[in-house]
């Protein structure tokens, strides 16, 4: 996480310090044995002030720890130990983040990531439910931050290699920075806040009247006209070509750059559960592989911990004491995204009145409301800026905009203002209901836990040997007018909150007579539903295999891993109903005849191929290679003439649309044959689908050639579709100078793995998502996997997809990598009898320090 964090300014000093080094050496590993010392042992005794007794920490074969302590206690101090030991960078980066704070590490170029945060106030959320949390679970947040800085203390002058480069040095954990952590994977589930900021981009490009053709709902529901016409007669696209939105790209682009930092808007995640009737060997099981950015390292990191008190085993995230999915002995339980839309986005008239800026509110003008921030900056000068806030919420561009200089406060002007409003700041028992939900032994007290997550919105899937359930957590706001799909008039108070939905009414299941129950961020409930839970639905194609596979003979835990290294695209088969339906088959081929002579025997090979496509979408396919091609070249020639370049802004709020949720480039290959965009504005002529389809096979064929050659044969999907396990300091590099780059690039082999080649798509249950629309790079993976088998004697299996180390100098940064590709499960024993075979008896002791 850190790596990402950093960007050019540390990139550069890391560069120029060993790019001479390793000019010398020729070797990686003089910087292994340069950054050594910041690597924990994994045995001997160590002595620390803190703990009441002594505590074993085993590592298995890839580096995950087993904790064993005679106390909750001293389990959790440790948990914080090790978490430090491990992920130390990615602690520190995601606690900057959170607090607005990053520009005090990296410099100037975090400043507006810092304004976005600060604006959004997640230390005021995290205040809050800290304050509402019991005593016991107080406690536990403050045990944990003693284990964060024993570690702290004892390697404050050997710290990774990111930090000691960088200069910066940590401060102490507090109980509450985990709290904050948390409230920043909560607003990470915040999908709908980047669609209304892209819709209003969009919007200034198309127009009100077309907007509704680019933000669908879902494939069986209707053009979303009502939300759209929220914002016709606005001028939003102002005068001389300039947004009447202050600040709307300062927004869009601060919101984007939290994002490709892993910290906003990823939807994603499969979970699903097989009751006793269809698993072969009359016991539940469950699976759960949950969908981050492709990272290095990854989000996730797996513990188990042995106690009395506690028993736990599965993933967790540094920062936070707290087992998030995975089993207990009894129960099993893994979570998806609700794709919960719960908040919204007001625009505001705002007027300056003696330099104060005043609101409309039903008639009425108000007065803003104040908030003084003072950004500390790496470099430079602090910089104090005041926030503004109306009813509804902060005014994002109140500190985002656009300025002479970038440390300059910004004067805000009249025009319209952008106010955010969020579930985040009401009061709640959500970290006792997560803590509770891992020491649950059964269905029954598993449901009772997860109705207290108000806090965050998830689907919530568990098992016990005999049973299965569902549960959606989290808070529904109730709108009094509109769907909060697109930004709402702020000074209408007709689309206000009137509180939130009763949580009887949030869905959830039990042992359905189907006999599984699975979630993959689509449309859980009918449309039309007793309560709005979102209008921001994932594409329906992952959880249509989930029924497909699940629904079909019975299952084990081999078909369980199946199944989350499926690459077959339900979407293959709708494209190729859509290319034979009736009322298109004809004018599809009139327009490929159309043609001319070149385009058109493309054209026919690239139907024919397509209509043969089995759906696998594996990486050595010919035929997959010429399906994302084609997905590629529709959406260019669909969209391109009314929206731009790729390097448009309008251009990369569709793609970011795309990443996020159901996508006007899916809805128009399946349907609206009557939307404008069929037409191609450069030419004189009136296009139709069909003409624009006929275009897009051609050119599928003509891209495959200039990027895998013409030899048919030799294409294959993996050549044009890639994983990268890249940080952030690499994957900027093209946009710095030539003695810049050189820089970087000498540690490139250090800090990244890849390319190699992927399989899959955003459609398939082995997700590899690319931004449709910008180019094949994955960039959304299964971060973590998960099965539960409670027939086998030792029920949990699981790995990460990358190493359990944040650090690159540990042996254990990038060896899960493999074991995430082939499918190398590491098994979580319960039984002593079986602990020694997976953790060795080589271990790290703990001992009180008297």
Not at 9 to 14: E, P
Not at 393 to 416: A, C, D, F, T, W
Not at 720 to 735: E, G, S, V
Not at 789 to 803: H, T, V, Y
Request: charge should be neutral; include cysteine; aromatic fraction near 10%.
């Amino acid at each position: 996480m850190l790596a990402r964090l950093l960007r050019p300014l540390t990139s550069l000093t890391l560069g120029a310090t060993l790019t001479g080094l390793l000019a010398l050496t020729g070797c990686q590993a003089f910087l292994d044995n340069q950054y050594g010392d910041s690597v924990a042992p994994v045995q001997g005794t160590v002595k620390i002030q803190g703990l009441s007794k002594s505590v074993s920490i085993r590592r298995n074969a890839l580096g995950m720890p087993l904790i064993e302590s005679s106390s909750f206690h001293d389990a959790v101090f440790s948990l914080g130990y090790v978490h430090a030991s491990d992920r130390l960078s990615q602690m520190v980066g995601m606690r900057l983040m959170a607090e607005g704070r990053l520009a005090e590490m990296v410099g100037p170029g975090a400043l507006d990531i810092d304004r976005f945060m600060r604006a959004v106030n997640l230390k005021q959320s995290a205040a809050v439910l800290y304050k509402n949390a019991s005593p016991r679970i107080k406690k536990s947040f403050e045990v944990y931050a003693r284990g964060v800085n024993a570690y702290l203390f004892q390697y404050r002058d050997k710290l990774p290699m990111d930090l000691r480069e960088s200069g910066y040095q940590p401060a102490y954990w507090k109980a509450e920075d985990s709290v904050l952590i948390f409230s920043l994977l909560n607003f990470g589930l915040a999908v709908n806040l980047q669609e209304e900021i892209a819709s209003l981009v969009l919007a200034q490009k198309v127009g009100a009247d077309k907007l509704a053709w680019l933000t669908p709902t879902y494939p069986d529901e209707p053009l979303p006209f009502d939300e759209a016409d929220k914002l016709k007669g606005l001028n939003l696209a102002g005068s001389n070509g300039t947004s009447a939105i202050q600040g709307l790209g300062a927004i869009s682009s601060a919101a984007s750059q939290i994002a490709q930092l892993d910290m906003l808007g990823v939807a994603a995640s499969n979970n699903w559960a097989i009751a006793p009737q269809r698993a072969r060997n009359g016991k539940s099981l469950l699976a759960n592989d949950t969908h981050l950015p492709l990272a290095m390292p990854s989000a996730w990191n797996f513990v188990q911990i042995r106690s009395p008190q506690f028993q736990a085993a599965g993933v967790s995230i540094a920062g936070v004491p707290a087992v998030v999915a995975g089993f207990n002995g009894k129960l099993a339980w893994g979570m998806t995204m609700v794709m919960g839309d719960n908040q919204d986005l007001f625009l505001e008239k705002v007027q300056l009145r003696n330099r104060q800026p005043y609101y409309l509110a039903d008639g009425k003008w108000l007065p803003a409301r104040a908030r003084h921030e003072t950004f500390f900056i790496k470099g430079a000068s602090p910089v104090r800026e005041t926030l503004y806030e109306t009813r509804h919420g902060p005014l994002l561009n109140s500190v985002l905009g656009e300025r002479k200089h970038m440390l300059q406060p910004l004067q805000i002007s009249s025009g319209y203002g952008l106010a955010l409003q969020s579930t985040q700041f009401e009061a709640d028992k959500t970290l006792d209901a997560f803590f509770d939900l891992s020491r649950a032994q059964n269905i029954d007290r598993a449901f009772e836990a997860a109705r207290e997550i108000r806090g965050m919105p998830l689907n919530l899937v568990f098992a016990d040997a005999q049973h299965i359930g569902w549960q959606v957590s989290g808070r529904f706001p109730n709108r009094r007018g509109g769907r909060g799909l697109l930004p709402s008039p702020g000074w209408d108070s007709q689309y206000d909150w009137d509180g939130f939905a009763d949580t009887m009414l949030h869905p959830y299941d039990q042992d359905p007579p189907q006999g599984w129950l699975g979630t993959a961020n689509q449309r859980t409930v009918p449309s039309g539903y007793g309560m709005q839970l979102s209008n921001s639905w994932y594409y329906p194609e992952r959880a249509e295999r989930i029924a497909q596979l699940a629904g079909s003979g019975k299952h084990d835990q081999k078909s369980m891993i199946a199944m989350q290294y499926d690459q077959t695209s339900p979407f293959v088969a709708k494209l190729q109903a859509m290319f034979s339906a009736p009322g298109m088959q004809q004018p599809l081929q009139q327009a490929i005849a159309a043609l001319p002579v070149e385009q058109r025997s493309k054209a026919e090979e690239a139907h024919k191929r397509l209509l043969a496509f089995n759906g696998r979408l594996d990486a050595s396919s010919a035929d997959a290679a010429l399906y994302g091609a084609f997905l590629q070249e529709s959406a260019r020639l669909t969209f391109s003439d009314e929206l731009g370049s790729p390097d448009s802004a309008a251009w990369q709020a569709l793609v970011e649309t795309a990443n996020l949720s159901y996508s006007a480039q899916a809805d128009h290959l399946l349907s609206r044959e009557d939307s404008p965009f069929w037409d191609d504005r450069s030419s004189p002529q009136a296009e139709d689908k069909p003409a624009i389809l006929a275009r897009s096979l051609a050119a599928a064929v003509t891209f495959c050639e200039s990027k895998l050659g013409s030899n048919r044969q030799a294409w294959q999907w993996g050549k044009l579709h890639t994983y990268t396990w890249a940080t952030d300091t690499t994957q900027l590099a093209k946009y710095m100078s030539a003695s810049q780059q050189a820089s970087i690039n000498a540690i490139k082999g250090y800090l990244d793995r890849g390319p190699y080649p992927a399989g899959g798509d955003h459609s398939t249950l082995n997700v590899s998502a690319y931004h449709w629309g910008q180019d094949f790079d994955t960039w959304l993976i299964p971060a973590m996997r998960i099965v539960v088998d409670f027939s086998q004697a030792e029920p949990l299996i699981g790995l990460n997809s990358s190493g359990q180390s944040g650090n690159p100098a540990s042996p254990h940064y990038a060896d899960g990598i493999e074991a995430w590709q082939k499918g190398h499960y590491m098994s979580f024993p319960f039984q002593s009898k079986n602990i020694d075979k997976t953790y060795g008896n080589q271990r790290l002791v703990l001992v009180p320090s008297r």
